[in-house]
Structure formats: structure tokens, C-alpha cells
């Protein structure tokens, strides 16, 4: 059963003028012409300017070559999907039979456009700064996580990568408990891998945070374990 946009609204912190906008936002094109795909389309240019603009603020030493892959790195699908579900946005979009079947809300290319077509929507309904304000909270960690100095690479794309370049299984993520009230939690993720004798915990203040955690662990782990 699909949840009422309202407590969307109370989710994101943000009461639409236009609830209509927020539904349309949530609608997939398997449920007809009128469909989140205008919203998408304007959400991702959206985006792309203030996640380009922020990344320009805070690296001025950085090259536009640089600049151009932080910002791909941060703009991307599989970034997009994992805020639909600290979101939990899966819960109220709108699909056509099939894909409901096929289980659409958990696919991260619906999700990732889901989220673009929440922000264009929260962009015709109040304006640019407004918005810009929900696209920073929502990637803060991510931004906070970048440093031109280290791989552009985090720490779960490295672990897996280093995994699979010794044709070793993939990591498995395991979320051991969660912390606190709805609006300050603290996230327990225990990361299996394959040749190392015990999991790496890692703790943070939502999935994602704990999951790198976790995965750094387990790659210094295994690192060691080569050098030794």
C-alpha cells in the first residue's frame, strides 16, 4: 500500500504549496503519460549546477578535470538511489502494475529518478535557494567525505574492486542495530569478506557512513594481511 504524500513531506522537512507537484514527482512512467520524467529531467540539471557550484566553493586549487569527476562521483545513480532510501522514498512511489510486480521501488535507476524528480519538484514550488538547501543536506556527508588528496574512490568501490581483482567474493553488509530517535540515529553495519577471519564493524550516523566505515576496516585488514 502506498503511503500518503504528507508524511513525505514531514520526512524531507519540507510542506509542498502544491502537494499535486510532490505526486507527480512520485509517479513512474509505467503508470501512464503523466509521469515524474519532466521533473526528473529538470531535477538533474538542478543537481549538477549546485553540487558543481558547491564542489567549486570548496576546492579552489582543483583543476576542471578534477572538479568534473568529484561531481561525477557524487552525481550519480547508485548516489541518488542510496538518498531515495535514507528517504525511504520506495514506500510511496507510484507504479504500474508490472513494475510493482517486478518490485520497481527497489530498483535504483526509479529511485535515482525519483529523487531528481523530488527536487525538481521542490524547485517550481518555492525556488533555487530553497532547494539548494535540501540538495546540500541531503549530500553533506558525501561532500564532507571528498579530499583531493586521497582516491576519488571511497572506501566500498576500493574494498570491492580489491576483492574482485583476486576473484574473491563480493563483501557482504550486515546492519547489526540501530541507535537513537528517528532524527538522530546511530547505524551498526558488520562487514563479511571473504579471507578475513572475523568481520570489521563500522559505526555512523546513517547506513552509508557506517557501511564505509566498515568496508575502510576491512581494507586495511586485508591490506595488512599482504603485507605480512
Not at 514531514?10 to 502537494?19: K, T
Not at 550486515?174 to 569478506?193: K, M, N, P
Request: net charge negative; charged share 30%.
Amino acid at each position: 500500500m502506498i503511503k500518503p504524500t504528507a508524511e513525505l513531506s514531514r520526512r524531507i522537512g519540507y510542506e509542498f504549496q502544491d502537494p499535486a507537484l510532490l505526486e507527480l514527482a512520485l509517479t513512474h512512467r509505467s503508470c501512464g503519460k503523466r509521469n515524474n520524467e519532466r521533473l526528473e529531467f529538470l531535477g538533474d540539471s538542478i543537481v549538477n549546477f549546485v553540487i558543481a557550484d558547491a564542489l567549486y566553493a570548496r576546492f579552489p586549487q582543483a583543476r576542471e578535470g578534477q572538479l568534473s569527476r568529484l561531481r561525477a562521483r557524487l552525481v550519480k545513480g547508485e548516489t541518488l538511489a542510496e538518498i531515495a532510501r535514507e528517504l525511504n522514498l520506495g514506500d510511496y512511489l507510484r507504479l504500474g502494475s508490472g513494475e510493482l510486480k517486478s518490485g520497481g521501488y527497489r530498483r535504483d535507476s526509479i529511485l535515482a529518478d525519483a529523487t531528481e524528480a523530488v527536487m525538481g519538484a521542490i524547485y517550481l514550488d518555492s525556488d533555487l535557494e530553497c532547494c539548494r538547501g535540501f540538495i546540500l543536506r541531503w549530500f553533506r556527508e558525501r561532500l564532507d567525505e571528498l579530499d583531493l588528496n586521497e582516491t576519488l574512490k571511497d572506501a566500498k568501490t576500493r574494498l570491492q574492486e580489491h576483492l574482485q581483482a583476486r576473484r574473491l567474493a563480493l563483501p557482504q553488509y550486515d546492519l547489526v542495530g540501530v541507535e537513537g530517535e528517528a532524527h538522530s540515529q546511530t547505524f551498526h553495519i558488520r562487514c563479511h569478506v571473504e579471507g578475513l577471519g572475523q568481520a570489521t564493524e563500522g559505526v555512523g550516523s546513517s547506513r552509508r557512513q557506517a557501511e564505509q566505515e566498515a568496508a575502510r576496516q576491512a581494507l586495511a585488514a586485508l591490506q595488512q594481511e599482504s603485507a605480512s
